[in-house]
């Protein structure tokens, strides 16, 4: 199994700061990484995949970077609804996909 | 829309059964692969099931292997998970996830649904 191991745990940032989330992987997993936002009480959205492509209809702020097992979401300046705990998911050892345990980006 | 809802949950006891059902409107259904992803309260994400567009192809986490029944009618437009022998770690919210993909596996899950509470305990 492939862990996904993200970092840190809690992030505090203030609004319209930018903010660094990590993500790595315990084998490489090429490309195949994606990030999703979930906030309380709802599903997870899919942000970013392929490791850099925003998904549809995410804004241009969002962005990732990396390859092989170091992977970086950056949020260039946070807005009040970005508030939220983000996950990293690889698929490259699909079907046995698997989650990074998340990183809480809180009000600073 | 595309949209995903799921229903079924609910309060079980251990060794018991629960079947969770999730309904797919605003897209042809049986074009995309579907799986089963779960959270237990408070914390992060489990993959737990796969099943392919035509229902003839699936996977199951170790976790749940030989507990776990996922399956899928296309004709109406609805996923299932059979949950039996049910363990107290098995308590999570339940979600169905699309997979992005409508002509080739993408293992990225887009959309989801607001997911059911299942919880297992005397």
């Known amino acids: 199994e492939i862990v996904m191991t993200q970092s840190p745990a809690t992030l505090s940032v203030s609004p319209g700061e930018r903010a660094t989330l990590s993500c790595r992987a315990s084998q490489s997993v090429s490309s195949n990484l994606a990030w999703y936002q979930q906030k309380p009480g709802q599903a997870p959205r899919l942000l970013i995949y392929?490791?850099?492509t925003r998904a549809t209809g995410i804004p241009a702020r969002f962005s990732g970077s990396g390859s092989g097992t170091e992977f970086t979401l950056t949020i260039s300046s946070l807005q009040s609804e970005d508030f939220a705990v983000y996950y990293c998911q690889q698929y490259n050892n699909w079907p046995r996909l698997t989650f990074g345990g998340g990183t809480k980006v809180e009000i600073k | 829309e595309v949209q995903l809802v799921e229903s079924g949950g609910g309060l079980v006891q251990p060794g018991g059964s629960l079947r969770l059902s999730c309904a797919a409107s605003g897209f042809t259904f049986s074009s995309y692969e579907m799986n089963w992803v779960r959270q237990a309260p408070g914390k992060g994400l489990e993959w737990v099931s796969y099943i392919s567009s035509s229902g003839s192809t699936i996977y199951y986490a170790d976790s749940v292997k030989g507990r776990f029944t996922i399956s899928r009618d296309n004709a109406k437009n609805s996923l299932y998970l059979q949950m039996n022998s049910l363990r107290a770690e098995d308590t999570a919210v339940y979600y169905c996830?699309?997979?992005?993909?409508?002509?080739?596996?993408?293992?990225?899950?887009?959309?989801w649904g607001q997911g059911t509470l299942v919880t297992v305990s005397s």
């Open positions: 996830a699309r997979d992005l993909g409508d002509t080739v596996t993408t293992g990225m899950l887009d959309p």
């Open positions: 392929g490791a850099s």
